[in-house]
């Protein structure tokens, strides 16, 4: 995979991590295309709320800062501050920068998704769901990515140019059963979405 050096440097950082974790928002779409599609400024990698006391164990060599967000909801705009060592963090708190010990730029980000017993739930609307053995997949080399339609459904939020290049670049490739399920997601969470007619 030409051009993955840094999600693979990444992944290495998750090898003692013994729970489910997948690459999410644009490079989930380029990991599940098998190409990089466009320029990357960031990189996510989703994790499950439950797990994050062994993920905390796991990336003891980063400095975790957890993201608390805007009071009104606005997007980017959340207050980048401490995550004590014994404090778990819930929702409205979704989200964690990682930073190598000694540095000050982003490694990568940590979005914690929700569960129920066996059922994986979207936090913008909970009656959205699915099994988590269908949450992702993993590419040639074993690296693991969040599927391409649950990341499309997080982006259709924002639609920021980067969302509408991952929808373009993705939906040709996008099986019924996952076109299926985001038109029915979009619908539920997103009624008015422009992008439902271009699901098909």
């Keep these: 995979m030409r051009g993955f050096e840094e999600v693979r440097r990444i992944a290495t950082a998750f090898r003692s991590f013994k729970a489910p974790w997948w690459f999410s928002g644009g490079w989930a779409i ?7 599609t466009r320029e990357h400024h960031d990189v996510d990698v989703t994790v499950l709320r439950r797990d994050q006391d062994g993920l905390r164990a796991a990336l003891s060599g980063f400095e975790l800062k957890k993201i608390v967000p805007h009071p009104g909801g606005v997007p ?39 569960t129920e017993g066996t059922e994986w739930w979207y936090r913008r ?20 990515y969040l599927a391409p339609e649950i990341t499309i459904l997080f ?7 980067c969302d509408e290049a991952d929808f373009e670049a993705v939906l040709p490739m ?20 422009p992008w439902i007619a271009r699901v098909g």
């Design 125 to 144: 609307d909970r009656r959205i769901r699915r099994p988590m053995a269908t949450l992702g997949f993993e590419s040639s080399e074993g690296v693991p």
């Design 155 to 161: 982006k259709a939020k924002t639609m920021r140019p």
């Design 174 to 193: 996008l099986t019924g059963e996952a076109r299926d399920w985001l038109r029915g997601a979009l619908a539920i969470a997103h009624p008015n979405h």
């Design 76 to 114: 980017g705009q959340g207050t980048i501050t401490a995550w004590a060592p014994s404090e778990r963090l819930e929702l409205p708190i979704h989200q964690a920068n990682a930073y190598a010990i000694g540095k000050s730029e982003l490694s990568f980000q940590i979005m914690l998704n929700d």
């Design 30 to 36: 380029d990991l599940y295309l098998g190409r990089v």
